[in-house]
């Protein structure tokens, strides 16, 4: 065993260590990020979280936080879905650790709430079917305290902006889709990636007809990816 190093031998330990960041390494596999650049500018003031399934080294999220900010859009929750789990090569677990510390370290530097979840769609399916608990007071609205600050936590079911880039057979992105369609308010978007890419075991102009029969509007499609704003209440 290795002896307790001192200060855990104090009540009340207060350490303090020099961090120095370097540089932050965010990573994208895809192309056409410009795609969900635009349709995250397109969210202010819709209300509801935004999420990512597949969140892998993070230019995803990075590219969507990016644009809200520079749309002073920054009262946000980000949620990332990744299993990662070494379930093949380029999705280890050593690759989570730099995607939580790149995607961490840009949203806490840029005063932003990012949240990975580490498991697999079906299991966020599951655990947060009846919404993901956010506790915040709202002052940031008014500046200051007033009664109804007080009402301090929401079990937030709403989605303003959906990413889905994790599995990418029909089966998988269909149980995305019909889990986060509806839970999409109007004025809400939904982007889709790689539809370009896996042709055999993921066809998405099969399944265009279905977003758009569910009161969405196509805003942009190029090269691997497509988005949708929902322009009519779900049913
Ligand atoms: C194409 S990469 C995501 C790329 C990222 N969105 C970007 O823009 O750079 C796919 C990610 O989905 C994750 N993934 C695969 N199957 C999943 C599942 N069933 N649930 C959640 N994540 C999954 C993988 O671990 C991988 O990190």
Redesign the pocket.
Known sequence: MKPVPEWATKQYPNIEIPVQINKLNIQ???SDYHVLWNAAQKIKGVDGLIL?????????TFTIMNSCLANDDKHRRYFG????GD?RKQ?SNKLKIHAKYNLMAFAAMNEQDFTLLEM??FEFFNRFADGIPIYERKIWETNQYTPEDYEWKDIVNKYALV?I???HRMQ?VIDESEFFLPRIPVGGVVIY??IDKYKKKYNHDEYEPTILEQGFEMIEKCGSKVSYVRVKEHD
């Open positions: 994208g596999d895809s990512e399934i597949g969140v892998r080294l993070g230019m995803g879905i990744d299993c990662y379930i999705y697999e769609d990413h880039d994790g599995p998988d990636d790689d």
